[in-house]
């Protein structure tokens, strides 16, 4: 059972990184259903469609790709715009929960930075949206597709601009993308036409912060605004107040915690761990000291995982092909030590051995560092 702490404790840097380690399923492998899993980190970066699977293989015993390529082909789980505004891996059940919550994130995206807002003025909104919708909903369209229709309807204005509003819509990518093994079109459809559901409206976000402190806290109310991209969640986090512990990190900032959060000795071994390109547990929170200590500008260069080496980012990986070769390559950000070098070498060639499994010859090569 957890340690309860009265509200007064201070938790250093390594006791907040082994909660959150053991909250993401990172000190040891579990033996779980990988729908349940996804649950449990409430969603999962999918802007890389292979991500989910990385990110699962790194957390689960025995994981295979079929346990979660069969619930997305079977609509169990989908890829859809969430959290930040970018592509997240979430349960039907999530995608239908969580989408109207996050819905003035993916509004403050489109308008705050994308061509989008200049070029909405020129057309009704309303007509554009119920244009690109009933596209949508008549079969899966990519983004260039909705484009050329946007041209048809409306040839003054710009539609390569206007092509954003799709994002508006409440949608998900559909299959095969994303399915283990399988290439396809990144192409949408409405949550409707998918799920034969519309998403829940007029949802408060106070079951979604629990789940999100069950999962990644204690947390301080920007570190919830910054996994989630809202704003303003303090007034929430002051309703679920009477519910929650309480503590404070070195810098006397406040945290908040669920009841029963998991919070393990800070001496605990953290084994090394392979995660992928884009990994929540790198993006949860305003201040990422729990887990990333140096300064690595590079460490979310696209295209490359990063690598935790007692628990912290030591080094970033990625698996190169040659025809049948398949090459892990790790990069060391800091001076690894031997034995956890060796550590990383043999979570590594399991790595590989999961990715490249077709290939006849598979090596790891590390960098110096």
């Known amino acids: 059972m957890p340690a ?30 990988a729908l349940e899993a996804v649950e449990r980190l409430v969603a999962m970066q999918a802007q890389v469609p292979r991500d989910p699977y990385v ?48 819905q003035p994130v993916v509004e403050g995206v489109l308008y705050g930075s994308s061509p989008l807002r200049t070029a909405v003025g020129s057309v009704e909104t309303a007509d554009l949206l119920r244009l690109i919708r009933d596209l949508l909903e008549e079969r899966p369209r990519t983004r260039a597709e909705i484009v050329k229709e946007i041209a048809a309807r409306w040839p003054d204005g710009d539609a390569a601009s206007l ?16 399915v283990w093994g399988q290439t396809g079109r990144s192409a949408f459809t409405t949550v409707d036409a998918w799920l034969g559901r519309s998403v829940e409206s007029d949802v408060e976000p106070d079951e979604m912060l629990l789940r999100y402190l069950a999962a990644f806290g204690p947390s301080t109310v920007a570190d919830a605004q910054t996994w989630s991209g809202l704003s303003g969640l303090r007034e929430a986090f002051g309703r679920l107040a009477p519910r929650l512990r309480t503590f404070q990190d070195e810098r006397r900032r406040e ?18 761990r392979f995660l992928p390109e884009y990994d929540n547990v790198l993006l949860a929170h305003k201040d990422r000291g729990r887990i990333v200590e140096i300064d690595v500008p590079t460490w979310t260069e696209v295209g490359w995982g990063t690598v935790l080496v007692d628990g912290f980012v030591a080094a970033r990986w990625k698996l190169d092909r040659d025809g049948n070769e398949a090459t892990l390559r ?40």
Do not use: C
């Open 4 to 33: 309860t702490r009265p509200p007064t404790d201070v938790l250093d840097r390594r006791t907040l990184n082994r909660a959150l380690l053991e909250r993401q399923i990172l000190l040891r492998r579990k033996r779980v259903p």
């Open 55 to 102: 990110a699962l293989w790194s957390r689960l015993d025995r994981f295979r790709p079929a346990a979660l390529a069969e619930p997305i082909a079977d609509r169990r789980a989908v890829r859809m715009t969430l959290l930040r505004g970018t592509l997240h891996l979430v349960t039907a059940r999530d995608a239908i929960g969580l989408r109207s919550l996050i």
């Open 255 to 272: 945290l908040f915690d669920v009841p029963n959060g998991l919070m393990p000795k800070a001496a605990t071994p953290a084994p090394p």
């Open 330 to 369: 790790v990069e060391p950000f800091v001076k690894i030590a031997r034995e956890s070098r060796a550590a990383v070498s043999e979570e590594g060639e399991r790595l590989a051995a999961f990715l490249a499994a077709d290939a006849t010859r598979r090596r790891m090569r590390f960098s110096a560092g």
């Open 163 to 178: 092509g954003y509003a799709m994002y508006l819509i409440p949608t998900v990518q559909v299959t095969p993308r994303g």
